[in-house]
């Protein structure tokens, strides 16, 4: 959206680069930062609330690893669609922050919610990110029990991007 405001997408218009590529390029480093703070999140829960690691932190890493990926693809989806950095901030606060405070079931739990909220919920990403890492961190569940969970947030960032992707190609041309 950045970009779009200050005339820079001119120079990304005429590069050889495909959608996917200037995607790709623009996620990156943000998957890195994201990366490096579920290793300070996981850092803290350890060493400070003394939270215990029963399952693989590798998979725990991985399963994080696809959680950032779907904010992200969230996030260029909000971005290819919105033309003002303002609209894009607004669109992420209301369509991230809120429900995945409220929707998640970290601070509330899912099922002591009303049911219509309860299959709102279904869309929200953080519900089964919290649900993933809850069995691992806690109970110590590998793939094979979070396989259902793992394979709605791989679906959910294929759907975003395919759709970002698709979304950005039409501004393009």
């Known amino acids: 959206t ?3 405001e200050t005339g820079t997408m001119e120079a990304l218009l005429v590069s ?10 623009k996620v990156t ?3 890195g930062i994201g ?5 300070a999140v996981l850092g803290v829960a350890k060493l400070v ?23 992200l693809s969230l996030g260029i989806l909000i971005s290819a669609r919105t033309s003002s950095q303002r609209v894009a901030l607004l669109a992420a606060m209301m369509g991230t922050m809120l429900p995945t405070q409220m929707l998640s079931g970290f601070i509330f739990p899912l099922e002591s919610m009303p049911r219509p909220l309860q299959w709102i919920s279904i869309v929200v990403p953080a519900r089964w990110f919290v649900f993933i890492a809850r069995g691992i961190m806690l109970k110590g569940v590998g793939l094979v029990y979070l396989w259902r969970e793992t394979l709605v947030l791989a679906a959910m960032t ?3 991007l395919v759709a970002s ?5 039409v501004r393009l041309q």
């Open 2 to 4: 950045r970009e779009k």
């Open 16 to 25: 050889p680069l495909r959608p996917w590529q200037i995607i790709v390029g």
């Open 29 to 31: 480093p943000y998957l």
């Open 35 to 39: 990366f490096i703070s579920v290793l």
């Open 49 to 71: 609330f003394q939270v215990p690691m029963e399952g693989s932190l590798a998979l725990l890493l991985a399963e994080g690893t696809l959680f950032i990926l779907v904010a």
């Open 158 to 160: 294929l759907l975003l």
């Open 165 to 169: 992707a698709r979304s950005f190609k």
